[in-house]
Each structure stands twice: as structure tokens, then as C-alpha cells.
């Protein structure tokens, strides 16, 4: 008899960015094995937009079938604008309706995973679990109490103690702890996780090398071949402090700064480049333009706030090795993000929020094109050897295998949120997650 398997992930497809994309190949993975029927409670497509996509606009639930995974959602409430409160808002809405929601009964899961950095999702998810005596294995893409301390968020000092203390209570109920990165490791060791049962599951890169013509999609875009083009790609957040590529543009006028996608702090980035010829804000490329768009600029840029140190790693990372262009991090130096610039050999570090010393370094490398390239084909190199989707998925089905080897942890704490009790499971219909 197969295996019946549940995934908990908030971000699923259609999204186009952030863990969405690798939640969703880990479950058709695992679907197209033969040997697993998965289920995935997810949320309302709305990242990185923070609007729920149209097709699901309005509605309460939806059950689906993508790729041979059986797709279950509840609605939640969006934020448009990040803070503490409305983070709160946002997990407290969606463990409410996965707890006063509840399914039809089903056959008890063989196994749980899920996607942090969902506060909710990992408490419903190892309230599953435990209901179900199943192994249980979270995977940390991102730190909430972390990210509430470094992030920049209105309220997140408050709201740091208490996320990590969900966390602690998350995490010491798993039966292995998947890391997306080793620097994860020691902060979830922190929340006490010994390490023995820590395992790093590394992102993958998830999209093709590009094959057109870099000057061609140059003229497309209308990118002048002169032009000292960088380029963000991805979520436009507060931990980004995407503001910096502004203030560089604004300080270089021989530079052309593109931010492209969408996020929570798009308005307001569009206001202060308004005045800018230099700055154009582009909206998330087509999945098959993508590669093309990364590939045509001269650099491609990663930013971020000088307070954020371990609670992520940006996925974008990956995307923009196999683009073969070379990297600008605009990061703290002994954060997890530089460290995998060094490791790459991909890109150059610069000081972060330091929009001159950022100007600097893109004039430079695209002056230099020697560097550029020699720059641009260690990334695809460092992708091609360490971030192959084939070795990733590998990971994980050790990771499930080993979990299912140890059956259900043993764990003293239960993990809580404050919420409205009731009967039931996580959110959407599948088996197991009912009382």
C-alpha cells in the first residue's frame, strides 16, 4: 500500500517566488514516485504580491489537483502593508480556519513536512503529526524570530520573543530538522533542536540556463547597449532595503537600477524613484522570459538590510547563478547571504545600506567585462556542481526516508499558538488531519 504523505506549505503554486516553487517540485516529486499519495495544505495563492491571486479571489476553499498532488486551501487574510501586528494577523487567520475547519476523516498520514517560516502551518502541521503518530519534519527556509528582530519591521522587537518561543515549541516536535543552510544550524540548535537532528536540505536553482540573445532582449526591453544595467529580481519586502539601489541610482546617474517583481514595499519604492530616469520598476517576468531578463543585465543584485545576519537566505540566489551573471551583494558581511557569494565565487561583496560603495562596485564590473564573465561563470559553474534540482529532490527523499526509519518523535513540549480552540485538523481535506 503507498505511503499517504502531507505537505504543509502556505506558499504553493501558482506562485511564482519565494518557497512557493520548491514546495511545489518537492510534492510532484514526490507524487511521481509511485510510491507516495501526497496532500498539500496550502494557503491562497498571494506572494509575492500580497494580494490573493484573481482566480481565487472571493472564495472560501478550494481543493485541486496539480501536477498529481491533491492541492487543499482555506482562506486567509492578507496584509498589504507589513508589521508585526498584521504579521500576526495574517498566521492567526489561517490557524483559525485550520482549526475550526476541520476535513472529513481520512486514512492517518505516514509522514508530515512542512514549510517554515509559517508559524501557523508548523503548528497545525505538528498537530497533525501528533494526532496521526507520524514523524514529523519541519524544514526552515526562513526564521520568524529571527526575522521579526532583523527584518525591520514595525512591532518586531516585541514580537521576536514570541515567535521564537512558537518556533522552540515547533521545531522540538519534529522528528528531524531540515535547514535550508548550515548557517541556519547553530539558531536552531539556539531553540534547542540538538543537532543530531538537524539535516541541510539545500535550495536548488529552478530554472533553465538562458538560450537567447543578450543584446536582443536588451533592445526588448530598452535597455540601451551602453547602459551599466542592475538588476533585482524578486520580493519586495523590508528586509530587502531595496531603497539603497534607489539612493545608488540617484547618486550615479550612468547607472540604470531595474526592480523587477512585487511585494510590500512596491508603492513606496515607486514614489521615491518616481523623480528618477534612471529607475524602472518592471513587474515579475514570464516564467520562460525569465532566465532571458536575468542574463541581459550587466549585474544582478541582492540586498539587504545591515541587520539581517541568519534568518534567511535569499532564494533568488540560485536563479541568479544559473543566469550566469555576476552577483552584487549589498549584505552584512558575516550573514549567511555572504557567505554564499563567497563560496560561489559568483559576485562581490559591498557594505550594506551604503548606496555609493553599491553605485561603485555595479560601474566597476560592468567596466570590466573580464571580471564580469569570469564572475557570471563561476555562479553557473557553483550551480551547475551544488544546485542541481536532481541532487536537491535526492535530499529530500533522504530526509523522508530517514524520518520514516525513526517514526514519530518523542517530544516534552506540544506546540501552541493563542487561538480559538476547536475540533479538527489542518486546513483542506486530507487524510488524517481530522480529530
Known amino acids: ?62 481543493h485541486e489537483r496539480r501536477g498529481g498532488v491533491r492541492v487543499y486551501r482555506r482562506r486567509h487574510w492578507v496584509p498589504s502593508r507589513q508589521s508585526a501586528v498584521h504579521r500576526a494577523l495574517y498566521e492567526a487567520s489561517i490557524l483559525a480556519h485550520g482549526v475550526l475547519a476541520p476535513p472529513r ?12 517560516p509559517s508559524l ?26 529571527a526575522a521579526a528582530a532583523q527584518s525591520g519591521i514595525s512591532g518586531g522587537g516585541r514580537a521576536a520573543a514570541l515567535a521564537a518561543s512558537v518556533e522552540r515549541r515547533v521545531l ?48 526588448r526591453l530598452g535597455w540601451p547597449d551602453g ?20 539612493e545608488a541610482a540617484r547618486r550615479a546617474p550612468a547607472l540604470r537600477v531595474v526592480l523587477m517583481g ?45 541587520s539581517v ?4 537566505v535569499p532564494s533568488k540566489l540560485t536563479s541568479y547563478f544559473a543566469a550566469g551573471r555576476p552577483v552584487i551583494a549589498s ?36 567596466a570590466d567585462p573580464a571580471r564580469a564573465g569570469a564572475l557570471g561563470t563561476a555562479g553557473r559553474d557553483y550551480a551547475e556542481r551544488h544546485l542541481g534540482r536532481a541532487a536537491g529532490l535526492a535530499r529530500y527523499d533522504d530526509l523522508l526516508a530517514e524520518a520514516l526509519a525513526h517514526g514519530p518523535a518523542h517530544a516534552r513540549t506540544r506546540p501552541t499558538m493563542c487561538a480559538p480552540r476547536g475540533r479538527g485538523g489542518a486546513a483542506g481535506a486530507a487524510p488524517g488531519v481530522a480529530g
Open 1 to 62: 500500500m503507498r505511503k499517504q504523505l502531507v505537505l504543509v506549505s502556505t506558499n504553493y503554486a501558482p506562485e511564482p517566488a519565494g518557497i512557493g516553487p520548491y514546495a511545489t517540485q518537492i510534492a510532484e516529486h514526490w507524487a511521481g514516485r509511485g510510491d507516495l499519495d501526497v496532500h498539500v495544505l496550502a494557503g491562497m495563492p498571494h506572494y509575492p504580491a500580497w494580494r490573493v491571486h484573481p482566480a481565487y479571489a472571493g472564495r472560501w476553499a478550494a
Open 105 to 116: 476523516a481520512g486514512r492517518p498520514a505516514d509522514a508530515v513536512v512542512a514549510q517554515l
Open 120 to 145: 501557523a502551518g508548523g503548528v497545525l502541521a505538528a498537530r497533525l503529526a501528533r494526532r496521526a503518530r507520524a514523524p514529523f519534519v519541519p524544514v526552515v527556509q526562513d526564521l520568524m524570530g
Open 172 to 219: 522540538g516536535s519534529a522528528t528531524l530538522v531540515g535547514v535550508i543552510h548550515e548557517t541556519f544550524t547553530e539558531r536552531v540548535r539556539a531553540l534547542g533542536v540538538p543537532r543530531e537532528r538537524i539535516r541541510v536540505v539545500p535550495n536548488w536553482s529552478h530554472i533553465p540556463a538562458p538560450c537567447r540573445d543578450r543584446a536582443e532582449t536588451r533592445r
Open 227 to 246: 547602459a551599466a544595467v542592475v538588476l533585482h529580481s524578486g520580493n519586495m519586502g523590508l528586509k530587502q532595503g531595496l531603497e539603497v539601489l534607489v
Open 262 to 306: 512585487d511585494g510590500s514595499q512596491r508603492e513606496r519604492l515607486r514614489a521615491l524613484a518616481d523623480p528618477l530616469p534612471n529607475v524602472d520598476l518592471l513587474p515579475p517576468a514570464a516564467e520562460a522570459d525569465f532566465p532571458e531578463v536575468l542574463a541581459a543585465a550587466d549585474v544582478l543584485a541582492v540586498t539587504q538590510r545591515a
Open 309 to 312: 545576519l541568519d534568518m534567511s
Open 331 to 366: 549584505v552584512a558581511p558575516d550573514g549567511g547571504t555572504a557567505g554564499e557569494i563567497r563560496r560561489s565565487g559568483a559576485g562581490e561583496l559591498v557594505p550594506p545600506e551604503d548606496p555609493r560603495a553599491l553605485a561603485d562596485g555595479v560601474l566597476a564590473l560592468a
